[in-house]
């Protein structure tokens, strides 16, 4: 436990009859000349359990009351409507040019990093592979998703559900509902997956997604994504908008293949999911990039 700061000399001091520094005072030993930021360095005795930091406000709330009183905003907009509720929505706004005036608190979680058990055994998930199957993908491109989804599927950790979804003009599922990852499921995929040819037609991706955002989700197994196309699509911003929706359940990873991939599509539904976007030039082999 104690303090230290890299970037200037300080003094630490506690009260003499403390029993502990959980109380101290620390101040600059020289003047402060503003040339380069105070960087203060605190090692807490038990830095693995939650603790809160806080930082007064520069006003009282008394002060802050009557700050706010001669503001614009807040005369003209309590002067139609004094209600408290009216007030609280005029201090939510102005919070962001307020915020030195009040007080704020931070929460803070450090887990022991070192007691997490390495390696994907522990890692659970729902992985839905959700595979374009329309003519934008025939010849070597369908061939490098087969090879591709081979040595993922047999990477996957048993605690873990999967599925395959192909589409085009329409789709077709592996399984009605994700499966357990086992012997019998991963034969299963294996074996579908040899079967797996362009020849669905165009590309429709919003009914085979909104398939899967009817499915219930796993508790204990958040939804993952990976779409794998070549192709564009005429309903982009439905599609968008549609994981949009349900971002906070379902995260995508989207793989572009070839030169024909539709860019807006692969980076927006992505963006809008909080995953990532990868494409794949001619040549470049998709297993590096899942």
Not at 46 to 67: K, N, V
């Amino acid at each position: 436990a104690g303090v230290e700061s890299p970037t200037h000399e300080i003094r630490a001091d506690a009260d003499p009859s403390a029993r502990s520094a959980r109380s101290i005072l620390i101040t600059l030993a020289n003047k402060h000349t503003f040339d380069r930021p105070v960087e203060i360095l605190i090692h807490p005795s038990e830095p693995h359990m939650p603790h809160i930091l806080m930082e007064e406000g520069d006003m009282t709330p008394a002060e802050y009351e009557r700050h706010l009183k001669g503001k614009n905003d807040f005369i003209k907009g309590t002067k139609k409507d004094p209600s408290d509720e009216k007030k609280m929505e005029i201090i939510r706004k102005r919070l962001n040019k307020d915020i030195p005036h009040h007080p704020i608190i931070m929460l803070n979680f450090c887990p022991d990093l070192r007691t997490v058990q390495p390696g994907l055994q522990r890692a659970q998930g729902e992985f839905i592979f959700l595979i374009d199957r329309s003519r934008s993908m025939s010849g070597v491109n369908i061939n490098r998703v087969k090879d591709a989804l081979l040595v993922i599927l047999k990477s996957l950790m048993p605690t873990c559900l999967f599925n395959i979804i192909g589409f085009g003009s329409t789709f077709k599922t592996l399984f009605p509902a994700s499966q357990a990852y086992g012997e019998e499921s991963l034969a299963l995929a294996c074996e579908s997956i040899q079967r797996i040819r362009a020849d669905m037609g165009s590309t429709n991706l919003l009914s085979p997604l909104k398939w899967l955002i009817r499915q219930p989700i796993h508790r204990g197994h958040p939804r993952l994504l990976f779409l794998l196309t070549g192709g564009a699509i005429s309903n982009t911003g439905k599609v968008l908008e549609l994981l949009r929706n349900h971002s906070c359940s379902t995260r995508c990873y989207t793989f572009g293949i070839g030169p024909n991939a539709c860019r807006r599509l692969i980076r927006g539904l992505a963006a809008v999911s909080r995953g990532t976007a990868e494409f794949l030039a001619e040549g470049e082999r998709l297993q590096p990039k899942v």
